[in-house]
């Protein structure tokens, strides 16, 4: 049943960055959204699997987004081994720690951008490169990925009290 809410919940997520939010002004050019997602399931899971389904999340964002392929794979694949590394030190639900690593996802991202852009035009096209976006995506990254991540959070504890609920409902209703 976990892997049904992070469905529905990537699956939202996919909706709200490629659709929904290119609509708004203040949102056209927002950072990746699924961070969030990635950060999350860093923090909840440990096991290869994880990892397996970070790679299948940035195949999807690789297809649909315009960057380089391999681009939200590679970025998804540090996010998750820089939490792996972190998490061991620091508490998983500080503020401090999950407002870090959401600044280091989004310069992760922004360098591996960097780095594209570099390959293929040199100098001079990292010199055409829109700072102030950069500056604005990092901005709203601290503010809005640890709520988000915290969000993510509550809905994942709803879903598991309702499933539960759900699961003693029907066996109390087929027991007898």
Known sequence: MNALF???VTFSLIVFQTIVFPSFVWFSQCFDLMIMNIIFLSLVYSHYTVILAIVLIGGIMDSLSGVAFFHHIFSY???YLIVQLFKQFVFKRNYIFILSISLVSVLIQQ????????IEQGREGIGQMEVLLMVKQL?????CIPPGV???NGFRQYWIY????????IAHRYRG
């Open 6 to 8: 992070f469905v529905i």
């Open 77 to 79: 694949l540090w996010i």
């Open 111 to 118: 360098g591996l951008i960097l780095f594209s852009v570099f």
């Open 139 to 143: 901005a709203w990254g601290g503010v």
């Open 150 to 152: 915290w969000l993510l």
């Open 162 to 169: 309702l499933v539960n609920t759900i699961k003693k409902q």
